[in-house]
């Protein structure tokens, strides 16, 4: 069985004859040149999977022989071997897109290692999370039929979550259905949860209230106002559920830092005429009506039922 086909470029590859030999073993084909420029000829010629780039070689340097490959082949996942540790030499090859970068003396688990990380992450990472989702099967039944509360829901809501997102780059269609069956398991649960529960939040008769849209300004915004004394802002970002926003989360993080995530549960109807409206007046619907009646817009009417949420919030 080949796992894949390696370029090793090194003006002294035949010192390197146990390391190739050790990959071939391990099921790997390597292609050996002692140059950069008949490395960019090779890599003309024929698909590989991986190129092994010394750094410091006559002629044209590493440097040189990796923008070039990367000219030819952009996607192509390019290793730099060097024995500098040099910052400067460092900050070249990954501005380059180098893959990895190892430093001289390399040992043969280290460049498998290496190997592994650049071409079987995928196939390893699904293994793992198919593996870790059967573990976590059984327990999630147990959670979800063992009358959680709210806090518990969330955990069990979280946990779902990740596992479809992580399952859901996968291949494995068996299990994508497992866990879609569970999460049907799930929301009829937690829809009896909510009919035995609801009222009682509205009513403010229990200590276990979860955080909803029409408290959720005044239990962890209005709060900030006192504990901050740099400008606030309060982005709303309608209908966006948490499965999403674990996905846009990387790309806030390379702008942001986030110290704290939580949930809280919308009132019913979850619809932007309800709910918005309650969040920013910190009241339920029917209150607004009865107290603000110049902002409240009906449903059969076709006017826009959100033109009011400035004044709800000063109000």
Same mark, same amino acid.
């Given at each position: 069985?080949?796992?894949?086909?390696? =370029?090793?470029?090194?003006?002294?590859?035949?010192?390197?004859?146990?390391?190739?030999?050790?990959?071939?073993?391990?099921?790997?084909?390597?292609?050996?040149?002692?140059?950069?420029?008949?490395?960019?000829?090779?890599?003309?010629?024929?698909?590989?999977?991986?190129?092994? +780039?010394?750094?410091?070689?006559?002629?044209?340097?590493?440097?040189?022989? +990796?923008?070039?490959?990367?000219?030819?082949?952009?996607?192509?996942?390019?290793?730099?071997?060097?024995?500098?540790?040099?910052?400067?030499?460092?900050?070249?090859?990954?501005?380059?897109?180098?893959?990895?970068?190892?430093?001289?003396?390399?040992?043969?688990?280290?460049? !498998?290692?290496?190997?592994?990380?650049?071409?079987?992450?995928?196939? !390893?990472?699904?293994?793992?999370?198919?593996?870790?989702?059967?573990?976590?099967?059984?327990?999630?039944?147990?959670?979800?039929?063992? *009358?959680?509360?709210?806090?518990?829901?969330?955990?069990?809501?979280?946990?779902?979550?990740?596992?479809?997102?992580?399952?859901?780059?996968?291949?494995?269609?068996?299990?994508?259905?497992?866990?879609?069956?569970?999460?049907?398991?799930?929301?009829?649960?937690?829809?009896?949860?909510?009919?035995?529960?609801?009222?009682?939040?509205?009513?403010?008769?229990?200590? *276990?209230?979860?955080?909803?849209?029409?408290?959720?300004?005044?239990?962890?915004?209005?709060?900030?106002?006192?504990?901050?004394?740099?400008?606030?802002?309060?982005?709303?970002?309608?209908?966006?559920?948490?499965?999403?926003?674990?996905?846009?989360?990387?790309?806030?993080?390379? =702008?942001?830092?986030?110290?704290?995530?939580?949930?809280?549960?919308?009132? +019913?109807?979850?619809?932007?005429?309800?709910?918005? *409206?309650?969040?920013?007046?910190?009241?339920?619907?029917?209150?607004?009506?009865?107290?603000?009646? *110049?902002?409240?817009?009906?449903?059969?009417?076709?006017?826009?039922?959100?033109?009011?949420?400035?004044?709800?919030?000063?109000?």
């Amino acid at each position: 069985m080949e796992n894949g086909v390696i =370029l090793w470029v090194d003006d002294e590859i035949d010192l390197l004859k146990p390391h190739i030999i050790f990959l071939k073993t391990k099921g790997y084909q390597v292609d050996t040149i002692n140059n950069g420029a008949e490395a960019i000829e090779r890599v003309q010629q024929k698909v590989f999977d991986i190129v092994f +780039l010394d750094e410091q070689m006559p002629g044209l340097s590493g440097i040189e022989t +990796l923008e070039r490959i990367k000219n030819i082949a952009p996607n192509l996942p390019v290793v730099m071997i060097t024995k500098s540790e040099e910052e400067r030499i460092m900050e070249d090859a990954i501005g380059s897109n180098i893959s990895d970068y190892l430093i001289k003396p390399v040992n043969p688990n280290q460049i !498998l290692l290496c190997l592994k990380k650049n071409l079987e992450t995928k196939k !390893l990472v699904s293994e793992k999370n198919t593996f870790d989702y059967q573990q976590e099967f059984r327990t999630i039944g147990m959670e979800i039929s063992g *009358n959680p509360g709210f806090a518990q829901w969330v955990e069990i809501y979280k946990k779902l979550t990740g596992f479809d997102i992580k399952l859901g780059r996968t291949d494995d269609s068996s299990m994508q259905d497992v866990l879609s069956m569970q999460k049907e398991e799930a929301n009829h649960a937690f829809y009896k949860y909510i009919e035995r529960n609801y009222i009682q939040w509205l009513q403010g008769t229990t200590e *276990n209230r979860p955080v909803m849209s029409h408290t959720l300004l005044k239990d962890h915004v209005f709060p900030l106002f006192e504990e901050e004394d740099s400008p606030l802002f309060f982005v709303v970002v309608d209908n966006l559920r948490y499965d999403q926003w674990k996905r846009l989360q990387p790309v806030f993080e390379e =702008l942001f830092r986030v110290k704290t995530e939580e949930v809280y549960s919308s009132i +019913l109807p979850t619809t932007t005429m309800y709910a918005r *409206n309650a969040m920013f007046a910190g009241l339920l619907p029917s209150e607004i009506k009865k107290k603000y009646p *110049n902002y409240w817009v009906d449903e059969d009417e076709e006017e826009s039922k959100n033109l009011y949420e400035a004044e709800l919030l000063t109000e």
